[in-house]
Nanobody, 121 residues
Framework: VQLVESGGGLVQAGGSLRLSCAAS????????MGWFRQAPGKEREFVAT????????YYADSVKGRFTISRDNAKNTVYLQIDSLKPEDTAVYYC???????????????WGQGTQVTVSS
């Protein structure tokens, strides 16, 4: 599975971004997808995950109500809509693929290269 993220950038606090992750090389529609992030000097942390059908989603408490994960299986793409951005959301954002509905990084087998999100105050 190959995953390619896009959509990161520099945005002011309170702004929005939409991250995309295009997948190839596997039956995407049967794959659980997740978003994680890693800030400088910190461990990679879970952000959100979505079941293969899109019927189930789960978010980290720190992003609940501001981030929305979704997927379009016809386009082999998963999205992360990020609203009300805060400076503490600054990180490299990674999408990942798994066979398990999980918030644990080690349960994900495939990872993208990441996209940088920088929020200025």
């Amino acid at each position: 599975v190959q995953l390619v993220e896009s959509g990161g950038g520099l945005v002011q606090a309170g702004g929005s971004l939409r991250l995309s992750c295009a997948a190839s090389g596997r039956t995407f529609s049967r794959t659980v997808m997740g978003w994680f992030r890693q800030a400088p000097g910190k461990e990679r942390e879970f952000v959100a995950t979505i079941s293969w059908s899109g019927s189930r989603t789960y978010y980290a408490d720190s992003v609940k109500g501001r981030f929305t994960i979704s997927r379009d299986n016809a386009k082999n793409t998963v999205y992360l809509q990020i609203d009300s951005l805060k400076p503490e959301d600054t990180a490299v954002y990674y999408c990942a693929a798994s066979t398990r509905y999980s918030n644990v990084p080690r349960d994900y087998d495939y990872w993208g290269q990441g996209t940088q999100v920088t929020v200025s105050s």
